[in-house]
């Protein structure tokens, strides 16, 4: 029998992701490491009202891509790259958080034909091996972000049948999915999509929200529990909720952030909604005092605006720290580091949830006991001297060029 061989997804945020920031340098990437890159992001010409992007709004465009100047820039010298691992596939990933013109794009069959035009027209120019969506999310429109309907699960199905009809076969089409146990049930009707994509990308993280402190523990902690069982979330606990839906684990990647969180129940109420005094419920109450947020923030973290910290700020700016204000820490159950730090009145509290090797290697394994196709990371630009994306290509066995 032949060895299994897996994947490994990197997103590269090239042209100012809302939340990784401005894009990343292309020419520091390492190729060599990674199977298939996923170039982020191409937009979407739409006329949602609360588009603010006014390049967006060009009416003669809409339903079609968007490619920033930045983005274009660095498409075209992809060449330079597969120069260095002439087996990677290079995909345009579509979407991204809070980007709009997904649900109009996919709504009539006139605006999907147009975006599917515009779909081959960049794939032709820019020679890629294929094209990612990551729209957040159909049905959801992230929480009212960006515009939604009910027909949209239906609607995108419609979309990727076309658009696999459409493209040459040996083009790659694949999605990104949130971790939400809605997403397979309420946004997705995964079973029908599923025949049109080589691979489905499980948005494995963003979980510290609500009551919960990991950003993308691989099981549940029980040393810092969640609270309430509607934010209780582990990357196992969305894998098996896709599968449970229908889908083959060797169509799907596990998700693994190259980033951490602090979690918002640090400085925001987490509300246990099964409780009528949720609001008050101690155990709830943000820990987060000014001092707390004076040092994120004099570290360039504002947590009034995010959560969201690079894996190589956390090592440069956090573990690294001269005044050593936090330290390291491993939850055995998680499975994954976090960093605690002493609260003004000399309190140890929970700071930061992250990956490190340690974490991803043991995610690498869970890929294969599982059988799952492969890992996807989100972001590569946010990556310590490529050491995660290293340490999952050695754990996954990915043949590196350079060794
Ligand atoms: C997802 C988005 C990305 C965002 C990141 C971190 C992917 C593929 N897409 O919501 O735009 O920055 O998570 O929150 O990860």
Do not use: C
């Not at 034909?113 to 032709?124: E, L």
């Amino acid at each position: 029998a032949q060895a299994a061989s897996y994947l490994s997804v990197g997103y590269f945020n090239g042209g100012g992701d809302v939340t990784a920031g401005p894009g990343g340098d292309i020419n520091k990437l390492d190729v060599t490491q990674i199977t298939h890159l996923n170039y982020s992001f191409g937009l979407i010409y739409n006329n949602e009202k609360k588009e603010t992007n006014p390049a967006l709004k060009d009416s003669a465009h809409l339903h079609q891509i968007y490619l920033s100047p930045k983005v274009e820039s660095d498409l075209k010298l992809l060449p330079v790259l597969r120069k260095q691992n002439p087996a990677l596939k290079v995909l345009l990933s579509v979407g991204g958080w809070g980007a709009r013109g997904f649900s109009g794009a996919a709504a009539t069959p006139e605006s999907r034909a147009v975006f599917i035009r515009s779909v081959q027209d960049v794939i032709n120019k820019y020679q890629l091996d294929g094209i990612d969506l990551d729209w957040e999310y159909p049905v959801n429109g992230a929480w009212g972000l960006v515009e939604s309907q009910p027909a949209d699960r239906d609607n995108f199905t419609v979309l990727l049948r076309e658009l696999h009809q459409a493209l040459d076969k040996d083009k790659l089409l694949t999605i990104a999915v949130a971790a939400s146990a809605k997403s397979p049930q309420e946004w997705l009707d995964v079973t029908a999509i599923a025949p049109y994509l080589n691979y489905i990308n499980l948005m494995t993280y963003d979980m510290a929200y609500g009551t919960q402190y990991f950003n993308s523990n691989l099981y549940d902690s029980k040393q810092w529990p969640t609270v309430a069982a509607a934010d209780k979330y582990s990357a196992d606990f969305v894998v098996n909720n896709y599968l449970a839906a229908g889908l083959k684990p060797a169509q799907l990647n596990l998700g693994i952030g190259f980033y951490g969180r602090v979690p918002k129940r640090a400085t925001e109420p987490g509300i246990d909604w099964d409780k009528a005094d949720a609001a008050k419920h101690p155990v709830t109450q943000p820990y987060f005092t000014e001092h707390e947020k004076g040092i994120f923030k004099s570290l360039g973290v504002d947590l009034e605006k995010d959560t969201y910290i690079k894996y190589n700020d956390i090592v440069s700016k956090m573990l690294q720290d001269p005044q050593q204000r936090f330290s390291e820490h491993w939850d055995n159950d998680a499975k994954v580091p976090y960093l605690m730090m002493r609260s003004a009145a000399g309190k140890p509290v929970f700071a930061v949830s992250y990956e490190n090797p340690r974490s991803v290697a043991i995610k690498a394994d869970y890929i294969k006991g599982k059988g799952l196709g492969g890992a996807m990371f989100w972001e590569y630009g946010a990556d310590d001297e490529n050491r995660l994306a290293q340490t999952l290509a050695e754990t996954l066995g990915i043949n590196t060029l350079k060794k």
